[in-house]
């Protein structure tokens, strides 16, 4: 049986002036970033679908499979039990990096996506029934709603949606009427990858809670852009991808609070998940293990775990600074620089992360990002897998751009530049 | 600077032809491209075997809707025969311009509402992937 390390989880308190992030110093650990693309110096501004990998993550991987390379939980020897320790060493780093006191609580999957279905088929199917509602946002993404769709339609369960405002916030006072309809599960979004708009957790927790509702919060767009605490917030699952904070594709999260876990029945079942097997039954693993059936991706996750130690180092709160900075900067920069241009979603930086959606009215999205390639600046075209909420707000699609610790000014001029000739060429 | 965007592309996107609905359609057929939101409703108005008439709406990009223009312009007074033997890579002639793989749905979209269509008048079954 493997354990895990545990080591107390350090509690920073940081001083209220912190100095800022220095990106143009962050930029030199993330090699791909020093490349031309078209003749332009590349300037990649779609962080909120993958965000780049610093060095440090590509040399764990890379020393993986030069070094470590070996199953996990399984071999007597020096390989594999490196292998394992780094593997489960990750999961202390995610733990911190979220606050978690419990590395058992941490559930590795593939990305945000797979966390989510794996509550959708393993609690949800066990506690959601008949008659029972959910209670989603206008503003998901197609992971934290598909699955529910599913769900629903297996059980005949209601799903009920708090809108949202013109500007891209939720109406709270409709939430609050939703809870009337005493919801077995909330899920929303800790940050929308579409408008950025960051939603009062915490308040919307406390809230569920008291209308006796389990809550899950998807946090792909969180947790690389800002603290996140998970016991702070009390939410019962959280889910986010590694490939967005900085680790490898194929890395992802699940927590949840452990006695929700160890009465989940599994997601998946087969190797490592159990620990005795009959021919006409098994017993489980403890948790995690019992939700992590088959050869996972470990190179993956051990990668996670140094892009955790990358972002703690980087600090949190200075990486929201920066983003905040970096928004409230977009905002003021663009309409200025870029006649004409729609801006979607709250104008306060203080309640949006690093995403700016935009459209420049005559040009399609998609000709928009085209154009924006032939100088190096890459965004997003599309509805940015949130199809109700571009319906809701009447746009057939957007170009998106979104940022991360790498990510500077000169970028958004870069943008700006970009979306003048965009304006030139299309006589706009 | 740019080889996609050349003026008679640009010029079909911002005034393109055929745009609009047929008072006597046919048929019609509304097709989208769910990665990029697009949308196009085309129709025809076939008479003794001949498109009389076509017209489309929607909105796209400049390479989807001038796909759309040109194709219509192409197939506007042919026999039905004539326009089921049309084949994907004559759009792409007609538009003259080099799409690359994350555009082909697009240069597309209006060339798929066309089989949808000659399947309905039962000119041309309908393939399993008409792009």
Redesign the interface.
């Known amino acids: 049986m493997t354990t895990i390390e545990e080591r107390p989880v350090a509690t920073e308190t940081e001083a209220p002036a912190r100095a800022p992030l220095d990106a143009a110093a962050i930029r030199a650990d993330f090699p791909i970033l020093d490349q031309s693309v078209n003749g332009h110096r590349l300037v990649y501004l779609d962080s909120a679908a993958t965000s780049q990998k610093p060095r440090a993550v590509i040399d764990a991987l890379d020393a993986y499979y030069r070094q470590d390379n070996a199953n996990v939980h399984r071999g007597i020897y020096a390989l594999s039990e490196r292998a394992t320790a780094g593997y489960e060493g990750a999961r202390v780093k995610v733990a911190k990096l979220l606050n978690v006191n419990d590395p058992h609580e941490i559930i590795w999957t593939r990305n945000a996506t797979e966390s989510i279905n794996l509550v959708a088929y393993s609690w949800g199917r066990k506690h959601i029934s008949r008659g029972d509602v959910i209670v989603l946002t206008e503003m998901e993404h197609h992971a934290n709603l598909v699955p529910w769709q599913l769900l629903a339609q297996e059980k005949d369960a209601d799903l009920e949606f708090i809108p949202i405002t013109d500007d891209g916030v939720l109406r709270q006072d409709v939430f609050d009427v939703l809870l009337r309809l005493k919801p077995k599960l909330v899920a929303f979004t800790h940050v929308s990858n579409t408008l950025g708009t960051i939603n009062p957790v915490e308040d919307m927790t406390r809230r569920a809670h008291e209308a006796g509702a389990l809550v899950l919060i998807d946090g792909a767009q969180a947790v690389p852009h800002l603290p996140v605490d998970v016991q702070a917030i009390g939410a019962d699952f959280y889910a986010f991808s590694g490939h967005k904070a900085l680790g490898p594709t194929g890395s992802g999260v699940l927590w949840a609070r452990r006695e929700l876990l160890e009465a989940m029945p599994p997601f998946m079942g087969g190797g490592d998940m159990i620990r005795e097997v009959h021919l006409r039954r098994s017993d489980w693993n403890d948790i995690p293990w019992k939700f992590e059936a088959g050869t996972p991706d470990i190179a993956a996750q051990i990668g996670l775990g140094v892009a955790a130690d990358y972002l703690r180092d980087l600090g949190m709160d200075r990486l929201r600074d920066h983003e905040r900075d970096l928004v409230g900067y977009a905002l003021d920069v663009l309409p200025r620089e870029v006649p004409g241009i729609d801006l979607y979603g709250p104008m306060d930086p203080e309640i949006r992360g690093g995403v700016v959606p935009f459209n420049i009215p005559g040009?399609?999205?998609?000709?928009a990002a085209?154009?924006l390639d032939?100088f190096g600046v890459a965004v997003r075209?599309?509805?940015h897998c949130t199809?109700p909420l571009?319906e809701r707000l009447d746009?057939?699609?957007t170009a998106r751009a979104s940022f991360q610790c790498y990510t500077t000014r000169d970028d958004i001029d870069a943008l700006a530049n970009g979306l003048k000739e965009v304006q030139r060429?299309?006589?706009v | 600077?740019?080889d996609?965007?050349r003026d008679y592309i640009?010029e079909h996107y911002?005034r393109p032809h055929n745009f609009g609905v047929l008072e006597t359609p046919t048929a019609t057929y509304e097709g989208s491209n769910?990665?990029?939101?697009?949308?196009i409703t085309m129709q025809l108005d076939v008479e003794d075997g001949v498109v009389r008439e076509v017209g489309f709406t929607g909105?796209?990009?400049?390479?989807s809707q001038a796909s759309a223009s040109l194709l219509t312009d192409e197939i506007k007074g042919k026999p039905l025969a004539d326009v089921s033997s049309f084949a994907a890579t004559d759009v792409l002639d007609l538009l003259g311009i080099e799409i690359s793989p994350a555009?082909l749905k697009?240069a597309m979209l209006s060339f798929d509402a066309l089989q949808h269509l000659l399947d309905e008048l039962g000119a041309k079954p309908l393939a399993n992937d008409p792009a």
Do not use: K
Request: hydrophobic content about 35%; aromatic content about 6%; charged content about 20%.
């Open positions: 040009v399609h999205p998609h000709d085209q154009v032939r075209a599309g509805h199809m571009h746009l057939g699609a060429l299309f006589g | 600077m740019d996609l965007y640009l911002r769910p990665l990029c939101g697009d949308r909105r796209g990009c400049a390479i555009r697009c």
